[in-house]
C-alpha cells in the first residue's frame, strides 16, 4: 500500500502537481535560507527567532504561487475563498513549524549541524506533511 501510494506520487495522478509543489517550495526554501542567514548574520537574532519569522514570510509567499499555480484547477477565486485558504494554510504549516524548528533545534544542538544546513534538513522533512494537508484541506481535495 505504502509501495502504490509512493509510486502514485512520482508516476501518478497527482504527480505533475506534487512536482509543481516541490517546484514552489524549492524556491521557498531558497528565499526561507536567505532570510535565515539575514536575520540572524545581519540582523543578530537568535536562529530560532529567525527562522519562525523567514518560514511565516514564506507561507503566504508559497501559498500565493500555490493557489494560483499548483492548485489552479481548484484555486480559491473569491476574496472570501482566498482570505479562507490563506488562514488554512497558515494552520497546515503553522502545526508543521513546531516541527521544524525542533528538528532545526535537534539537529544544531545535539548534532552539532550548521544551522543553514540543519535548517534545509528541517523543510525536507516537513514537505511532505505540508503537501498532504495543503491538498486535502487548504485546497479541499482528497
Same mark, same amino acid.
Given at each position: 500500500?505504502?509501495?502504490? %501510494?509512493?509510486?502514485n506520487?512520482?508516476?501518478?495522478?497527482v504527480a505533475?502537481?506534487?512536482?509543481?509543489f516541490v517546484?514552489?517550495?524549492?524556491v521557498?526554501?531558497?528565499?526561507q535560507?536567505?532570510?535565515?542567514? +539575514?536575520?540572524?548574520?545581519v540582523?543578530?537574532?537568535? %536562529?530560532?527567532?529567525?527562522? +519562525?519569522?523567514?518560514?511565516e514570510?514564506t507561507? @503566504?509567499l508559497q501559498?500565493?504561487?500555490?493557489?494560483?499555480w499548483?492548485?489552479?484547477?481548484?484555486?480559491? @477565486?473569491? #476574496?472570501?475563498?482566498?482570505?479562507?485558504?490563506?488562514?488554512?494554510t497558515n494552520?497546515? #504549516?503553522g502545526? +508543521?513549524?513546531?516541527?521544524?524548528?525542533?528538528?532545526? %533545534?535537534?539537529?544544531v544542538?545535539?548534532?552539532?549541524?550548521?544551522?543553514?544546513?540543519a535548517?534545509? @534538513? +528541517?523543510?525536507?522533512l516537513?514537505?511532505?506533511? #505540508? %503537501?498532504?494537508?495543503?491538498?486535502?484541506?487548504?485546497?479541499?481535495?482528497?
Open positions: 500500500m505504502i509501495r502504490t %501510494y509512493l509510486r506520487l512520482v508516476r501518478g495522478p505533475p502537481q506534487l512536482r509543481k517546484v514552489v517550495g524549492t521557498a526554501a531558497a528565499i535560507m536567505a532570510l535565515l542567514w +539575514a536575520f540572524v548574520e540582523g543578530g537574532l537568535n %536562529y530560532i527567532v529567525a527562522a +519562525a519569522v523567514a518560514i514570510i507561507i @503566504v501559498y500565493v504561487i500555490n493557489n494560483r499548483t492548485f489552479a484547477s481548484m484555486r480559491n @477565486v473569491s #476574496r472570501r475563498a482566498f482570505l479562507s485558504g490563506l488562514a488554512k494552520v497546515v #504549516r502545526s +508543521a513549524i513546531p516541527i521544524q524548528l525542533g528538528i532545526l %533545534y535537534a539537529l544542538s545535539w548534532g552539532s549541524i550548521p544551522y543553514l544546513l535548517n534545509a @534538513v +528541517a523543510i525536507l516537513t514537505g511532505l506533511y #505540508r %503537501y498532504a494537508f495543503d491538498r486535502m484541506w487548504t485546497w479541499g481535495r482528497t
